[in-house]
């Protein structure tokens, strides 16, 4: 099945062991796999959402088997999850202990606590695809509507990036393959590309990252000294990659080169010679990490 996740990809999406996936599936019925043509278990969009479920109930307090019976009961309308316990309750709209409100108030101190919460009751994957990412998308939609300031917007986004950029010392070890990551110049916004980073890193890929307003001659040099596996560029505007487009030609003439963010396009993938990533951070990097 296109797009199916192996049995790795489904236990960091969902923040659950791949043993404890297999006891689900052998004892209860609870995942229905297809299998790819090389014979691999392969995991829909259906059987992630009865993962959350599953979790959800054993939060309330049901036996495995008892959750598993609840979730396989659920008529399909009902299949899209509820929000994960934890994340329901620190990721909120107007929880007084929410990201979003110690967020808004200013408050980093309250700020870390939440995240401290998260990140140990959920995956890293899980934070930043259930919780980060979505903050921050409604951060930008509430600041271009006059809700927040632009010092509230930049206060969120920096505590979030300095958590992220916590957890990445020494992702360039190892003996993975090796990805290039990079904003254009102008580009400021760098987040997604670093959560990126970080998934991947989990997934044993070495990690060069540039960052934010990267110089293309930089990209370039840094690209043809390290010859990497693969050069990810992002950008949030359009116009950071229509300033570069004979750099970026050039570039994917000698290396793989993927362009992400919402700057990117289909049309303009293909015109440099690149590849289209249309996903957010973590699925981009579970996809990736699974065709290798």
């Known amino acids: ?3 199916g996740l192996r049995i790795g990809a489904l236990s960091k999406r969902a923040g659950v062991s791949e043993h404890v996936l297999r006891a689900w599936e052998s004892r209860y019925g609870l995942l229905s796999p297809t299998r790819s043509s090389g014979g691999f278990r392969l995991y829909s969009e259906t059987d992630v959402r009865r993962v959350q479920r599953m979790r959800a109930y054993l939060a309330d307090g049901l036996s495995a088997a008892e ?20 994340v329901g309750r620190l990721a909120e709209t107007n929880g007084p202990v929410s990201l979003r409100s110690a967020l808004d108030l200013l408050d980093e101190r309250a700020a870390h606590a939440v995240l401290d919460q998260l990140f140990g009751a959920l995956t890293v994957e899980a934070v930043i695809r259930d919780v980060l990412i979505p903050y921050l998308h409604e951060l930008g939609d509430r ?84 010859e990497p596996d693969l050069v990810m560029l992002a950008a949030s505007d359009a116009s950071r990659f229509d300033a570069i487009r004979p750099e970026l030609v050039r570039l994917a003439q000698s290396r793989p080169v993927a362009l992400a963010g919402p700057g990117a396009s289909a049309e303009l993938a293909a015109v440099v010679g690149a590849q289209y990533v249309d996903d957010d951070p973590v699925t981009a990097a579970e996809r990736l990490e699974e065709s290798r």
């Open 143 to 226: 600041w271009s509507r006059g809700e927040v300031t632009v010092g509230q917007e930049h206060f969120a986004s920096n505590v979030i990036r300095s958590r992220l950029a916590a957890l990445s010392p020494g992702w360039g070890g190892g003996r993975g393959p090796q990805v290039l990551l990079a904003c254009p110049p102008g580009e400021l916004h760098d987040i997604a590309l670093l959560s990126f980073g970080l998934v991947l890193r989990r997934s044993g890929w070495r990690v060069v990252f540039l960052g934010a307003d990267s110089p293309t001659g930089d990209i370039q040099r840094t690209a043809d000294a390290l």
């Open 1 to 3: 099945m296109p797009g």
């Open 67 to 86: 959750a598993a019976r609840a979730v396989l009961a659920e008529p399909a309308a009902a299949a899209h999850p509820s929000p994960d316990p934890v």
